[in-house]
């Protein structure tokens, strides 16, 4: 019978994927433990996500997956309360052609008219809610990348021409030239001097759904680069990227304050900047607490960020947080301190503004 499942005699090999037949009726059996822990890790993990194929038929997705740009796709995760993670610009966009819809079995997503730039990673997983309280179910999750193909596109579109990439001694950088056909050359290039960089597969590697990847980034990689990629046709180039050695170790914010007059005398204005050194793409939050602050004395606020060069290829981001005091009086006289904080923990400083 047509789409019902059938086991085949010969027991099924690690990862394999086999073709079953369909004109013969075999009584179903439950898998034996060892065959059940035979099977590959990742196939289990896309227990709960299928693709939706014509006449009503359904199929498993592997870890990739290559469609035709322009095609329309339907994905089905099995559960009553599932949630989806797809490429973000598709959210960004408010994109209409994408379409999620929640029944009682099972979530839909559709995607139509896909063009290469929806090229990504589509994974969805049931939560688990107690109450207000939600948690991932690990065990019941289903991912694919999907390879959205064009020959006209074969780099995956981006927003903008000319991207960032900051290279930090302590991690990887990734410079995201992602393609759209997995079969496609891809090569990395300096603009100067012009030259091809060396993808020895061990410091620097690509990966088709990330892009090249530094392992060990130094300052020696900074500089201006591109990729090319070709694929049965004239090679493509991809846009360019600035690659910034990042000069700033990790940690809590470095942070200073000053004050624009220690002594200030009555109705003047009066200005405390906080200051912070960090790395170009980590965030610092600012809090203060100043003398005026439980009666509710107004005071205007204002925080300013920028990126600075220090020395040849070495990039650091200055964070600033202004407290302005407009029309200093007897209230104002005291301690005003700032909190920076970020990913790595929280830096104190203060300063002291007196009545003249």
């Known amino acids: 019978v047509i789409g019902q499942p059938a086991k085949s005699k010969r027991p099924k090999e690690p990862g394999e994927n086999k073709i079953r037949p369909v004109n013969k009726k075999v009584k179903p059996r439950n898998p034996k433990m060892k065959e059940r822990e035979s099977v590959d890790s990742s196939l289990k993990s896309q227990s709960i996500l299928t693709q939706v194929m014509d006449k009503g038929h359904f199929q498993k997705l592997a870890a990739t997956l290559s469609l035709a740009a322009g095609q329309s796709i339907e994905l089905r995760c099995k559960g009553n309360n599932v949630t989806w993670s797809y490429p973000s610009y598709l959210d ?8 999620i819809k929640q ?9 139509a008219n896909s063009t290469a730039a929806d090229t990504g990673e589509y994974s969805c ?9 939600c948690r991932k179910d690990e065990t019941k999750t289903g991912s694919t990348y999907i390879f959205f193909t064009d020959k006209e596109e074969l780099f995956v579109p981006t927003p903008s021409y000319f991207e960032i990439v900051y290279l930090n001694p302590d991690k990887p950088a990734v410079i995201p030239c ?9 090569t990395l290039h300096r603009e100067f001097p012009a030259e091809e960089i060396e993808t020895d597969g061990t410091d620097i590697i690509y990966d088709a759904k990330r892009g090249f990847v530094f392992q060990h980034p130094t300052s020696d990689h900074k500089g201006i680069v591109y990729c090319k990629a070709e694929s049965q046709g004239a ?57 005026g602050q439980e009666s509710g004395r107004p005071v205007i606020i204002q925080n300013f960020w920028r990126l600075i060069n220090r020395g040849i290829g070495h990039t650091t981001r200055i964070s600033e947080s202004v407290l302005l005091v407009e029309d200093f009086e007897d209230i104002d006289v005291g301690n005003y301190v700032c909190i920076a904080q970020n990913l790595q923990g929280e830096t104190t400083v203060a300063t002291k503004a007196e009545l003249k």
């Open 92 to 99: 960004t966009f408010k994109d209409s052609r994408l379409s």
């Open 178 to 186: 992602r393609v759209t056909t997995p079969s496609a050359k891809v």
């Open 103 to 111: 029944l009682d079995r099972y979530s839909q997503l559709i995607l």
């Open 125 to 133: 997983w049931l939560q688990l809610c107690n109450g207000n309280k």
């Open 235 to 291: 090679p493509q180039i991809s846009i360019k990227y600035h690659l910034l050695y990042v000069e700033v170790p990790k940690g809590p914010p470095s942070a200073t304050i000053a004050v624009s007059s220690s002594r200030a005398g009555l109705s003047d204005r009066v200005r405390v900047v906080c200051t912070v050194l960090g790395e170009p793409d980590v965030d610092v939050n600012f809090r203060w607490q100043y003398p």
